[in-house]
């Protein structure tokens, strides 16, 4: 039996588990008061990715949904700078309410949430992505990085 990878968007529940955990084990706080709200710019610019990336599949009629196979390889908007621009988007989110809240423990989150990403899901969305458009996504990974 092979085990399915849970959706990524359920990793939308880091977000309420790190501001409980902030509140729950306020162990030290790295960002000082005023730079906090560096994080409210990093969390707009993690939305923001997130809605440009979306739209632009919806133009293309590509699905969005991790499970479905995508129809077209999308290489605009923001998909010319990352090959995954919305979990970049929501690395960056979580580091945003990292910096905002400040505390060390808030800071496990973001990393967290990489890991995973970049170790299981990246992985086994590329490589579907490789069977399906071929010598074009190939093309279109050496041209474009995974992340930034």
Do not use: C
Request: proline content about 7%; overall charge positive; charged content about 20%.
């Amino acid at each position: 039996m092979k085990l399915k990878p849970i959706n990524p968007s359920s990793f939308n529940l880091l977000i309420p588990l790190s501001i409980a955990m902030h509140f729950i084990f306020p162990i030290q706080i790295l960002v000082p008061i005023p730079l906090r709200y560096f994080g409210l710019g990093f969390i707009t610019l993690g939305i923001i990715l997130n809605y440009l990336s979306a739209r632009q599949l919806k133009k293309m009629q590509t699905s969005i949904q991790f499970d479905e196979s995508p129809a077209r390889l999308v290489r605009d908007g923001p998909f010319r700078v990352s090959r995954n621009p919305i979990y970049l988007g929501g690395v960056t989110v979580l580091l945003g309410m990292a910096i905002f809240l400040g505390s060390l423990i808030t800071f496990i989150f973001p990393v967290i949430l990489f890991l995973i990403l970049d170790r299981i899901y990246i992985p086994l969305e590329e490589s579907r992505m490789e069977e399906r458009f071929g010598v074009d996504y190939i093309e279109y990974k050496q041209a474009v990085r995974r992340w930034l």
